[in-house]
């Protein structure tokens, strides 16, 4: 690993006891009613859809090492680094929670010491005179090659923009528009009445005070399971029934029209990507995939390989999906069949798309050409053998014919 081996114990341990690898930015912005963060923003539920669909698709992909000679190096020991980042997080936990951060807040800070994987919270950056980006976190500077800052690239060179910057007028809408509808309903719906009295109010009313408060003892006791009250009023004495301040067809016209606009700030048109989930999931996946996950991973690996090698090295990191995780069975079924006839697979790599035991004979681990299927440059002499045979027997002939079976 060269020189990034020689980490500074000293750094590592005020890292620890400073907490600064927590569980990502802790920033959060004060709204007009209600604090809006990167914790509560998931109490959204299509925030929450949004960003498990991506970063569940990310926590598919497999990372891979590639060697100087473009060959995948199998048993490279970062992959075990890259796969068990840390003692608290696994691989899934910690890709889905680099994904949500980097969807978020727009620059995510994977952090390389003690052959071990941290996501840095509270990091300031800057850069010299010569363009080389400086890092501090807590004050205390850390050696950058220990760390990377991942952007999600907006129009600055050196931060990155994510949905609570982008959308914050869509989401303070929005996080309010669904707290207002939500404690509407759980005070019973903002129930509320007005007694009206034909006289003028005073503490010192002994019998007025008696009256107003067996009153609204009454209201008080008033349930939701259907019960019914009278309340028997004298001259002087009326109740009337507040009208709720909240419209909820109004409020839930406006979340229809700005919730899917979230989506946008992510990348997607969240229309589009419902109307596909409806239709075909697959095309769902592959649509969020290429929208969103694809570029995402493709900054990734570029950021990773630069972490974790020396830039002479001529090694680099990527992460793979296999984009058939997408696709039904019976979809699978027949790509193998057309995979193996065609030679592009072998009969066992046919059984393992399809999630069966290989055979591990050798036929079944060759690659094979069904005989319907003949080069152009051999199909003459393919026909004028058959032809040679007539219909006398249907083996004569096919003596010299190629055996287009490769081995």
């Known amino acids: 690993m060269g020189i990034r ?28 009613t209600k604090l809006v963060n990167d914790g509560n923003i998931l109490e959204s539920s299509d925030v929450y859809e949004l960003l498990s669909d991506i970063s569940n698709q990310v926590a598919l992909a497999e990372p891979a090492i ?14 075990k680094v890259l796969k068990h980042p ?21 620059d995510v800070y994977p952090v390389f010491v003690n052959n071990q994987l941290h996501l840095a919270s509270n990091v300031y950056t800057e850069l010299d005179d010569q363009l080389n980006e400086h890092f501090q976190i807590g004050g205390t500077k850390v050696p950058g090659i220990t760390i990377e800052h991942i952007k999600n690239i907006g129009t600055s060179y050196d931060q ?9 007028n869509t989401l303070d809408g929005v996080m309010n528009a669904e707290q207002i509808l939500n404690d509407k309903y759980k005070k019973g719906g903002l129930l509320a009445f007005l007694l009206k009295l034909d006289t003028v109010l005073s503490p010192k009313n002994e019998v007025q005070k008696a009256v107003v408060k067996a009153i609204t003892d009454q209201l008080d006791g008033v349930s939701t399971n259907g019960e019914t009250k009278m309340i028997p009023l004298g001259k002087g004495y009326t109740i009337e029934t507040l009208k709720s301040p909240v419209e909820d067809d109004k409020m839930l016209d406006y979340l229809n029209v700005y919730k899917p606009d979230l989506g946008k700030f992510l990348g997607i048109n969240v229309n589009t990507y419902q109307k596909l989930m409806s239709e075909d999931i697959e095309k769902a996946m592959m649509y969020l995939h ?5 570029p995402y991973l493709k900054n990734l690996a570029e950021h990773y390989t630069r972490l974790m090698f020396e830039p002479d090295s001529n090694y680099r990191i990527e992460w793979r999906i296999n984009i058939l995780d ?3 069975y019976s979809t699978k079924t027949t790509i193998a069949y ?11 790599d046919g059984a393992v798309l399809l999630g069966q035991q290989p055979k591990n004979t050798d036929e079944s681990g060759q690659l094979l050409i069904s005989k319907d299927l003949i080069p152009l440059d051999m199909l003459r002499d393919f026909a004028e053998q058959s032809l040679k045979g007539g219909e006398e027997d249907e083996t004569k002939g096919n003596e010299d014919v190629p055996d287009y079976t490769i081995q």
């Open 160 to 168: 990155g923009v994510g949905l609570l910057e982008l959308g914050r």
């Open 86 to 106: 840390n003692g608290y997080l696994t691989g899934s936990e910690f890709a889905k929670l680099q994904a949500n951060v980097y969807l978020l807040q727009g």
């Open 290 to 294: 290429n929208k969103v996950v694809k």
């Open 326 to 328: 997408f696709v039904s």
């Open 338 to 348: 057309n995979q193996v006839r065609t030679g592009l697979m072998t009969p066992d």
């Open 66 to 79: 590639i060697g100087p000679d473009g060959n995948e190096v199998k048993n490279h020991k970062l992959l």
């Open 5 to 32: 081996s020689f980490v500074s114990n000293r750094i590592w341990k005020a890292a620890e006891k400073r907490g600064w690898f927590g569980d990502g930015p802790s920033n959060s912005i004060r709204w007009n």
